[in-house]
């Protein structure tokens, strides 16, 4: 087989007939320089149908990529800001968040029961508990901004504990209603 072309058109060496080491390595590459100026050149478009074309930068090789996976925190982050979702999340994070935005204290004694253009109503679980929460309204309304954000919450609305009341309802009777079963 000595004298004859190999598959890519190099010449292969059998025992001491062609060229060998550094005169093989220069041989194999001329011929390969002679092949790419010999191919007509064509310009190449990225990523076309044949898959021919090259990779967009960045989707290859190490670093981030926009297809790595992602943290859900950070998606769903994404997605409340593109859907314009984040006060209507504010406005739930003082709910869900009730004991972190106001303190374990405040938190062990009143809760939110309704956030209505700005003005939170809290129920406390007692008169006194009320007063005390009114005294310390304007430092509530601080802590909350501090935690979800200016203008959620603009206005607080404290009462105290809400007590069954007989005088009204669809099963209302006319007398002095059911005494001896409370108390």
Not at 131 to 147: D, S
Request: proline fraction near 9%.
């Amino acid at each position: 087989m000595s004298g004859q072309d190999g598959p890519a058109g190099t010449p292969e060496v059998s025992g001491h007939d062609g060229p060998a080491g550094p005169e093989l390595a220069r041989a194999v590459l001329d011929a390969a320089l002679a092949r790419r100026r010999a191919a007509p050149r064509t310009r190449r478009s990225g990523g076309g149908a044949d898959g021919g074309g090259r990779r967009l930068r960045g989707y290859s090789g190490p670093g981030p990529d926009p297809r790595d996976p992602q943290l859900f925190g950070d998606v769903l982050q994404r997605l409340m800001k593109q859907r314009g979702w984040q006060k209507p999340a504010a406005e739930a994070t003082v709910f869900g968040a009730w004991e972190k935005v106001v303190g374990p204290d405040i938190a062990a004694h009143s809760h939110p029961v309704k956030l209505d253009a700005g003005v939170l109503t809290v129920e406390a679980e007692s008169t006194a508990w009320a007063t005390q929460l009114r005294l310390l309204a304007a430092n509530l309304l601080k802590r909350i901004a501090a935690e979800v954000g200016n203008n959620v919450v603009t206005r607080l609305n404290i009462h105290g504990p809400a007590a069954p009341s007989w005088s009204r309802g669809p099963r209302r009777v006319q007398g002095r209603g059911p005494r001896d079963t409370y108390g």
